[in-house]
């Protein structure tokens, strides 16, 4: 029944924090000709929606066809579900046109603006040719570490074989293929072509003049109503782009002297504030804070901190990173939680974060701001763990277990929801103190019992050992010093004492720590918890093999 209540109280503000995202709509191309096609993507986070209202396309567009795409990914133990559904265009009339927001699933994609040119007509030399390979470079100017876009079109006036088209290079810049390649007709002197679209994302190194290489395409042209072409018969074919040259400018002297970051888009934000602004000393409260850029990767972005928060141990997750593609522009995406757990009572204040970047559209500095926050905490009334001994060694992992599903109750968005969390937390609390009870009462009638055998103990887990230490708002150095046995007995059962412990590591800090903990409880000197669990922040630093693992002397079986 305790496990069960503990499931159901964990799984409660998952459920309450399920909500969809809203539909994003995306282009291919930002700018076509008439007669040209464009394909909008409409990306959806649900494997399972209905199809959109495509009528509002109708008066600037001839709707072609649509087509659905589904992927599935698991992030962190997250499920993500992504559906994009692909509706192919040709527009109507040429001029500045706004694709209108279109209802999915209930909600509403943002508009979309799109560029149609009259439909190119070349010189007839280019015309008459069966294959033509264009390349074009956006921008002409741009600075060291902005992404330029590198559009590659091969237009075909003839069925193929077989094809093979090379990629763009450049000497002092990195080259990325960017999305899919995306196929329409257009009408050139006259004539009508099956065109192939590519994107290249190119970022330069360094200042100066980037030369970028033009890619060749070689391929077998066949005729359709010659039967021989099919038997190795077909004409060859080939066509070379032009040789582009782009200015790299180094960055501003306006530019702030921080981390270089020219995106076209950037934005900063911060989740997890608890939605009734208060908290409790003792109880973490998760912050997650996402950084979102267009025209950046994801490995150029800075690594992302809090501020020095007073009154408030800060506790940093993994960072979680990813990419993509917007139209012909990368994507990236930098993520990282954090663990703040307020170490007194009053009102937390978590000061304003600051993020400088460069817009390259604007040509102008920017700057992405998350406000300053304050949180009313109360005092952990029951938070602090007692005295851990003997018998009671397993005490810090249901502490912990319980300061982990509590923490979770401030992420729930729904006021129903909340109760019920509450109540369930109420219930399995209630099962510990009665199970603590009653097995005091059999104490003593099982003492002389226990006295001639020795004590076993249940198995603690390692997790809610490490967090029961950590967060632990005691300044009491022998609550302290069982915390910290408890979890390395959880890795290493063999160990006694913290004594052992400090043998057994190989961290300099981690040995000082546990010195200035048994000074604290032998010699009445006085220990610094902040110090004392930043020195095991990342686990512990192990010198010795684990147990059981003693070098036999012969050479291993497998060898690495």
Known sequence: MRYLLLVLALAIPSMAMAQSAPPVASLDRSSVGVGETVTLNIEIGDESVDEPDLSPLQNDFVILGTSTNHSLSIVNGRREAHTILGVSLSPRREGHVTIPALVVGGQRTQPVPLDVATSSNTSAPAADRPVVLEGKAEPTQAYVGQQIDYTLRLYL??????????????????????????????????????????????????????????PT??????????????????????????????????????????????????????????????????????????????????????????????????????????????????????????????????????????????????????????????????????????????????????????????????SASSTPWRWLFLAAVLLWLATVAAWLFFGRRRGPATAAANAAAPVSHGPVRERPARDAFLFSTSVDAGT????????????????????????????????????????????????????????????FDWSTLPDGKEPSGLPPLYPR
């Open 157 to 214: 006036a003839v069925n193929l074989a077989d094809g093979q088209l090379g990629d763009p290079a450049a000497e002092g810049a990195e080259v990325r293929r960017v999305g899919q390649d995306a196929n329409y007709q257009a009408m050139r002197g006259g004539r009508r072509f099956n065109v192939l679209e590519r994107h290249y994302a190119i970022f330069p190194q360094r200042a100066g003049s980037l030369d970028i290489q033009p």
């Open 217 to 410: 395409f070689q391929g077998t042209a066949i005729d359709p109503s010659d039967g021989g072409s099919f038997f190795g018969a077909g004409a060859p074919v080939s066509a070379v782009a032009e040789r582009l040259r782009v200015t790299v400018r180094d960055r501003p002297a306006s530019a702030p002297d921080a981390a270089w970051i020219p995106a076209r888009e950037l934005r900063l934000s911060l989740e997890g504030l608890p939605a009734d602004g208060k908290g409790r000393v003792g109880q973490p409260i998760t912050l997650t804070m996402r950084l979102d850029a267009v025209g950046m990767p994801f490995e150029a972005l800075p690594a992302l901190s809090l501020p020095r928060i007073d009154g408030a141990d800060v506790y940093p997750d993994k960072a979680v990173t990813g990419g993509g593609s917007n139209g012909a522009w990368i994507t990236g995406r930098r993520q990282q939680g954090f663990a703040v757990v307020p170490t007194r009572s009053g009102t937390l204040h978590i000061p304003e974060t600051t993020l400088h970047w460069w817009n390259v559209v604007t040509d102008k500095p920017e700057v992405a701001t998350v406000p300053a926050h304050d949180i009313e905490v109360a005092s952990g009334a029951g938070a602090t763990p007692p005295p851990v001994s003997g018998a009671s060694v397993a005490q810090p992992s249901a502490v912990a277990s319980t300061s982990a599903a509590t923490s979770l109750a401030p």
């Open 480 to 539: 302290l010093d069982a915390l910290l046995l408890a979890w390395a007995q959880a890795v290493r059962p063999s160990l006694r004492s913290t004594g052992a412990l400090s043998e057994a590591l190989a961290g300099e800090d981690q040995r000082a720590a546990i010195v200035m903990l048994q000074r604290a409880r032998f010699a009445g000197g006085a220990v610094d918890p902040v110090v004392l669990k930043a020195a095991f922040t990342r686990g």
